[in-house]
DNA sequence: TAGATTGTTAATCGATTAACAATC
DNA sequence: TAGATTGTTAATCGATTAACAATC
């Protein structure tokens, strides 16, 4: 890789897209592809695309382009999605279950290793062939599986309690749904954020300015 | 307002985060708050905020700051979010079903009116008293009704199927959890996309690639 | 070799931040 | 009036696009 760590958001909020396409390509056949054909099937900029892939080093060969397997096999090594990083859920409601029973996580780089919840009323519930577990239980389970990672599907105001016993079980990356604002409290953990809430009102927004607009 | 309709997609995405936090200020007792007090809560500059609310015109007072119900109710206007949007959820599995459930669509601008499944083994089934819908019915129903958006919780290859019978049914407006492109087909329509897996990714990226900076 | 297409530098564009005059 | 804080202009920063020399 050419610079250390300083990859910006946006070129980073692109790889996973890079990544589908690119697969995409490959079970249609495609051996190559040059950055100006890709641009047209993404909707971005050749330009950009060459500027992207070379944020990690040179994948192409001038006067070919690229070779599709092997370019959407450094970008998923630069993802690390055969690192297969253990995640737990936290919090079994509607939400958490269709995310444990919906997400391929094999294919985005994690194994759903256990999942959790504070309704002893869950507790044993079968959910993808693993059984809800009791919250209070969560540390020696850590003790034993070391998980990487927790997906939070709690209540805004269980966010920090649940959050600080999580860090305190050696937990340092969320995929956080809740409006928790977890890096306030812990600087040092690795969040991404899904506000399904916000996006749904940025919809609201587009349907009300675009009718504004037709007036 | 004093731009048409040209406000920054940067902008739009932190309404919703503004009406929150003035909703939080609001019932923790906040009569006013200056650009700078809210700054610090949000973690952004003064200056961005007053850059931000300026796009909308001036609603503030200088000396005195912001009147945290007034710039609440300006920002709630500016969403939209007292128009109740019909809505309808097109895809009841996992996901689908979860979204129904979970989300305050009242509080978010919407009104959840239909939910509709091409499986008919799922029929009839009720989630948050909305029976579903046979896919079959789609046509009659919004002839009706009128929904002005669809939640779209299906797989990608239905995609294009399903959003051209939407589209055909006078839908314009689409809360997209598919990995299918709408507006590569439809290109007037309203599209707010939410990509899990793409989210998911984006986590294990930063995983790999903060352990990484630790070697 | 000639043609194609990358890698990379330079130019542009847009968004964020800083500064400060206007004004409550 | 004096102090505070906005609204707005100017400066900076970063990301995207354009251009082109390097090279396969």
Known sequence: MKDENNISKSVIGRLPRYYRFLGMLLEEGYERISSSELSKRMGLTASQIRQDFNHFGGFGQQGYGYNVAQLRQNIGKIIGI??????????AGNLGRAIAQHLNFQKKGFRLVGIFDSDERLTGLDINNLAVRSFDDISSFCKNIKPDAAILCIPERAGKSVTEKLVSCGITSFW???HYNITDDFPDTIVENVHLNDSLMTLCYNITNSAEAKK
Request: aromatic fraction near 24%.
């Open 82 to 91: 055969d690192n297969y990083y253990k995640i737990i859920l936290v919090g």
């Open 176 to 178: 956080n749904f809740s």
